[in-house]
């Protein structure tokens, strides 16, 4: 069937993160989910089960766990095992679990920043520190700087290093011969990588995702991979993602954590979503990515032609677009104000994700392209303004 996303759907007054905590007259284009309708398959799935009318405690169906297995395979190339599958409520929940699996108050884990925030609060929840290997922006788009990645990992106190795969918020999607060597230098210092993969299935055209633990049988034995439908089919309501863990000594760490922070229990509709989606819902994504790719293409074309002052570091994936905004003479933070309080736009500002962060702004383009054509004029109405003021 053919999905229409350009209809505005109205979300306000639905409890909604995204729509609900921002002014009526603001348009929210900033934390990251989508303002789509999900796949035909998951809503009859859900409706189906709410017709059930009993919403006692859920169990997890082996059809959850082959819906897994079953995407990893044909999306992403890689043969994973059912006993590799540790559920949990969420990404986030996830991580903070595996890193006190993993870790003594006191040791260090290594992030590449500018990197979701929220990489932060799973460290520093658990008592250890932040390292941070900076990615190195080339004008263009962002590369790692492996000689400080390496020196960072040296540090014997180092014990996890956090992946973002593909990276949010600069949207890279690394490429084999960098996820090959980000893998020696953990083996080499004995670093446990973790890897966010919850953006895999959100890659442009000529981009292709590579799962950290397809990159080598060691590699695979030296990881742990953290995923979820959420932001692939605008579920994140339903608290449902996986830790994929082949080795079982660790696995049996990830499991005894999730169970003590008491984050194994997914919510009853996630269960049915996944299998929906993961099932049924690959006509849904390919129409989805044909629509976002569309609303990158008008982006660029938008801020190329109408606020050449920015510069949009190109997604290779996501609907998360990272923007340069440093030519402009003030801070991040600064402008997102002056975008929340003179344009009615909200956006994220750089800085949020780190100090590297500064001069960039972030902008949620999952939506109708009314909305991103209306977003993108308040912005630029704000960013003229600036000029008119000097």
């Known amino acids: ?49 709410v017709q059930h009318g009993v919403f006692g405690y859920a169990s997890i169906p082996d059809a959850y766990y082959e819906a897994e297995v079953s995407w990893w395979a044909k999306r992403h190339h890689i043969k994973i095992k059912k006993e590799w599958i540790e559920v949990s409520t969420g990404v986030i929940p996830s991580l903070s679990a595996v890193v006190q699996a993993f870790t003594e108050p006191g040791d260090r884990v ?7 925030n929220y990489f932060n609060s799973s460290i520093t929840n658990n008592r250890c520190e932040v390292v941070q290997n900076e990615l190195k ?51 080499k210092y004995n670093v446990l990588v973790v890897v966010d993969e919850i953006h895999r299935d959100l890659i442009y055209k000529g981009n292709k995702h590579i799962p950290f633990a397809s990159v080598s049988e ?26 994929i863990v082949a080795n079982e000594e ?53 801020v190329n032609e109408r606020i050449p002052e920015l510069k949009v570091v190109i997604p290779e994936a996501t609907y998360l677009v990272w923007m340069d905004c440093s030519s402009l003479g003030i801070g991040s933070e600064e402008l997102c104000n002056k975008a ?18 500064e001069g960039f702004i972030r902008m949620n383009i999952a939506c109708p392209r009314a909305l991103l054509l209306e977003g993108l004029e308040r912005l630029e109405r704000v960013v003229k303004s600036l000029h008119q003021k000097t």
């Open 1 to 49: 069937m053919r999905y229409d996303f350009d209809q505005i759907i109205d979300r306000r007054n639905t409890n909604s993160v995204k729509w609900d905590s921002t002014p009526e007259d603001v348009l929210p284009m900033w934390v990251a989910d989508m303002d789509f309708r999900t796949a035909y398959p998951v809503i009859q799935a859900l409706e189906k089960r």
């Open 110 to 116: 290594l992030i590449q920043s500018p990197v979701y």
């Open 137 to 187: 922006y080339t004008g263009e788009s962002y590369e790692i700087d492996f000689e400080d990645f390496e020196q960072k990992a040296a540090d014997e106190k180092v014990k996890v290093f956090i992946l973002c795969n593909p990276h949010n918020p600069v949207g890279r999607v690394w490429s084999i011969s960098e996820l090959q060597r980000l893998g020696e230098i953990c083996l």
């Open 218 to 243: 060691l590699s695979l034995m030296n990881s742990i991979t953290c995923t979820a439908p959420s932001k692939t089919f605008n579920l994140a309501g339903l608290k449902t993602s996986n830790i």
């Open 250 to 302: 660790y696995r049996n760490r990830v499991n005894r954590s999730i169970n003590v922070n008491e984050a194994i229990e997914p919510n009853a509709f996630g269960i049915e979503a996944l299998i929906a989606a993961y099932n049924e819902g690959e006509e849904w994504l390919d129409q989805l990515l044909d629509y976002l790719q569309g609303n990158v293409d008008y982006l660029i074309s938008f």
């Open 340 to 357: 929340f309080e003179e344009g009615r736009l909200r956006i994220n500002d750089g800085p949020t994700y780190g100090e590297t962060g």
